[in-house]
T-cell receptor, first 114, second 120 residues
Framework: AQSVTQLGSHVSVSEGALVLLRCNYS??????LFWYVQYPNQGLQLLLK??????LVKGINGFEAEFKKSETSFHLTKPSAHMSDAAEYFC????????????FGTGTRLKVLA | ETGVTQTPRHLVMGMTNKKSLKCEQH?????MYWYKQSAKKPLELMFV???????ENNSVPSRFSPECPNSSHLFLHLHTLQPEDSALYLC???????????????????FGPGTRLTVL
């Protein structure tokens, strides 16, 4: 069965510092992977996705993620944090059994310190 | 309107009330979803509809009753709810996409802003 693990439910970084949010997956076949962001009182917005093309995926708002099969990871990074990046971030893997399900991680809340 | 819209954005109801949540997608997608997001818990998939047919019911209590009259609209009818049902209810829609490199199908889900439900 597929699963997603997000290490660290809360991450704090200083403004201008590197953002690193961790996501590890478990899947018996090459997965499709997604990062979503949720701002307070809003729905989820897609940041980027991995669909078996380039392993380094660039998304919106300066975020990128690298698919590493050997480490079963899909960590989200941004070189320089901005105050507006404060939000909750969710990693998800697409179910491959044709049932249209996503399996979401438990989320990581990012706090950006001035 | 663009994307996925949900109404109302906020709802307060008593345990004996009957109310409905509405979701509408303007993206031409074929699948729609209801999720429940509670504090300190992972996102829970409740229901999936594909081409108006329910394809997933994730052991949801019968006090939640979904309805999908067409591919653009999804409702969640609520009755005799419990305080623990208070949560953010998210609607999403998707369309299958064929991966150019993998040759496998996947779907990309687009979410609405959610309805914040409080049950007193």
């Amino acid at each position: 069965a597929q699963s997603v693990t997000q290490l660290g439910s809360h991450v704090s970084v200083s403004e201008g510092a590197l953002v690193l949010l961790r996501c590890n997956y478990s899947s018996s076949v090459p997965p499709y992977l997604f990062w979503y962001v949720q701002y307070p009182n809003q729905g989820l917005q897609l940041l980027l996705k991995y669909t078996s093309a380039a392993t380094l995926v660039k998304g919106i708002n300066g975020f990128e993620a690298e698919f590493k099969k050997s480490e079963t990871s899909f960590h989200l990074t941004k070189p320089s944090a901005h105050m507006s990046d404060a939000a909750e971030y969710f990693c998800a893997v697409s179910d491959l059994t044709g049932t249209y399900k996503y399996i979401f991680g438990t989320g990581t809340r990012l706090k950006v310190l001035a | 309107e663009t994307g996925v819209t949900q109404t109302p954005r906020h709802l307060v109801m008593g345990m004996t009330n009957k109310k409905s949540l509405k979701c509408e997608q303007h993206l031409g997608h074929n699948a729609m979803y209801w999720y429940k997001q509670s504090a300190k818990k992972p996102l829970e998939l409740m229901f999936v509809y594909n081409f108006k047919e329910q394809t997933e019911n994730n052991s949801v209590p019968s006090r939640f009753s979904p309805e999908c009259p067409n591919s653009s609209h999804l409702f969640l009818h609520l009755h005799t709810l419990q305080p623990e049902d208070s949560a953010l209810y998210l609607c999403a829609s998707s369309q299958d996409v064929l991966g150019r490199t993998s040759g496998r199908w996947y779907n990309e889900q687009f979410f609405g802003p959610g309805t914040r439900l409080t049950v007193l």
